[in-house]
């Protein structure tokens, strides 16, 4: 199955966007995600827009990658219509986690497609835990699951310890990838729940921050 239509006007269209912000700093700090601009100035564009700009030709095309590798397997399991929801509902979400954890800096800014591209990451790893993943420093693939456990372990480690900074919105990555997890979830539960060991072991970090959260509310 060739690329879709839908994701080559995804690419086509972040790149457009990105390319321009790169060149108009005005255009990047309209769009760009911003606490206080949300908060103060109820600009909940930037929620959206911001999914669509990125900090450099490099940041995009890790990002449009990831995307054109993953997004064949979610468009066959949910069709056009739920990789559309996917991603931008996993922006979305991300950005909205996202204002949350910052809502107290209002200097915090982010800019990037992360959001959405890890909600389409594991929806696919929800569907086949066992996928292959593969990283240009490992020669050999690791399971989804186990991937996504690395990957949750490590954004909440970096969410709990903001001292620890390294320049990623990991509540908007952690943000998106709950929103493909909780899709796959809802549209195939039967399914997704065969490899509920699986995917239990990648969510406890999930859980652990959730604890966290909590605790700290109170």
Known sequence: MGLSPVVIAILLFTAIISFKGFNDMSFFSKYMFEVRAIQRNKEYIRLITSGFLHADPMHLIFNMLTLYFFSGLVIGNFGVGGFLLIYLGSILAGNIFSLYIHKDNPMYRAIGASGGVSGVLFAAIAMNPFLGIG????????????????????????????????????????GGAVVGLLYSLLVYPEYTLQHSFQLLIMSLPLIYLGIMLFKNKR
Not at 136 to 162: E, K, R
Not at 163 to 173: F, I, P, S, V
Request: proline share 10%.
């Open 135 to 174: 990283f240009f420093f490992i020669p050999i693939p690791i399971p989804g699951y186990i991937f996504g456990a690395l990957y949750f372990g490590y954004s909440v480690y970096m969410m709990l310890n903001p001292k620890q900074w390294d320049n990623l919105g990991h509540a908007a990555h952690l």
